[in-house]
């Protein structure tokens, strides 16, 4: 049996006065989100769909995420610590907390917390979807240090 958990907060985020970057702010919001929630479900393709194919490294992230997921059953929790921006360009910081257990061996566990940092733009020509470009530090999503 797989365990699944996942949590978002708000806490500490502040609240966008204009209706537009309010609108933006819940869109960035509800993907992250989705994004956390696909990684405890196994599912590392939200997570890769979100993110600009140009972002430099972008072949190593998915790699890395794919191979996060491949080894490891996962537990999310991500707070929004900072949230600014306007309706095209947002810059998130999350403090994140990653619980990693290795799907080999049910014993072995690694954490990992760190204050990860996203800078997104909406892309597209048709839906104007929010698409991560920068993601720092990205080695936050490496497959586990499992033996």
Not at 78 to 87: K, R
Not at 117 to 131: I, Q
Request: hydrophobic share 45%; proline share 5%; charged share 30%.
């Amino acid at each position: 049996m797989r365990r699944r958990a996942f949590l978002l907060t708000m806490g500490g985020a502040a609240a966008a006065g204009a209706a537009l970057a309010a609108d933006a702010q819940q869109q960035v919001f509800d993907l992250f989100s989705k994004i956390a929630s696909a990684l405890s479900d196994d599912d590392p393709a939200m997570f890769v769909e979100a993110v600009d194919p140009a972002m430099p490294h972008f072949d190593d992230f998915r790699r890395d995420v794919v191979a996060l997921t491949d080894l490891a059953t996962l537990t999310n929790s991500i707070e929004v610590l900072s949230d600014t921006g306007d309706d095209t360009h947002r810059a998130e910081e999350l403090d994140w907390y990653l619980e990693m257990m290795s799907k080999a061996d049910p014993h072995p566990v690694e954490r990992r917390r760190e204050v990860v940092k996203f800078r997104l733009e909406r892309k597209g020509d048709k839906s104007k979807k929010w698409k991560i470009v920068s993601i720092d530090p990205l080695h936050f999503f490496a497959p586990p240090k499992i033996t």
